[in-house]
């Protein structure tokens, strides 16, 4: 079973940064040949997609995280990652990580379970 743990969630003050990683484990695919995404949901709210990238490298981000956001990935260590700058209260939730690919018509679909981000004023 692939397992995504997440780390790198906790308190931090406005303006500034965290790194979020998720590590991919007992995946059957390499990590750069599936579209890996970010999510995040703040209470009382629907979960949104804040960051993406395919599996040809390509990375795409919300307008609330442009400029600030940067996701990379690693393939040697099997992990993805979300770079956050510049924090914003309004950035408060929790985090997701996302693998998704389509394999010989099936749908492999990974989540990790979440990590806390909270920013303070």
């Known amino acids: 079973q692939v397992q995504l743990v997440e780390s790198g969630g906790g308190l931090v003050q406005a303006g500034g940064s965290l790194r979020l990683s998720c590590a991919a484990s007992?995946?059957?695919?390499?990590?750069?040949?599936?579209?890996w995404y970010w999510y995040r949901q703040a209470p009382g709210k629907q979960r949104e997609l804040v960051a993406t990238?395919?599996?040809?490298?390509?990375?795409n981000y919300a307008d609330s995280v442009k400029g600030r956001f940067t996701m990379s990935r690693d393939n040697a260590k099997n992990t993805v990652y979300l770079q956050m700058n510049s924090l914003k209260p309004e950035d408060t939730a929790v985090y997701y990580c996302?693998?998704?690919?389509?394999?010989?018509?099936?749908?492999?679909?990974?989540w990790g379970q979440g990590t806390q981000v909270t920013v303070s004023s």
């Open positions: 990238i395919t599996s040809g490298g390509s990375t």
């Open positions: 996302n693998g998704l690919t389509i394999h010989l018509g099936a749908r492999y679909d990974y």
């Open positions: 007992r995946t059957i695919f390499s990590i750069n040949t599936m579209g």
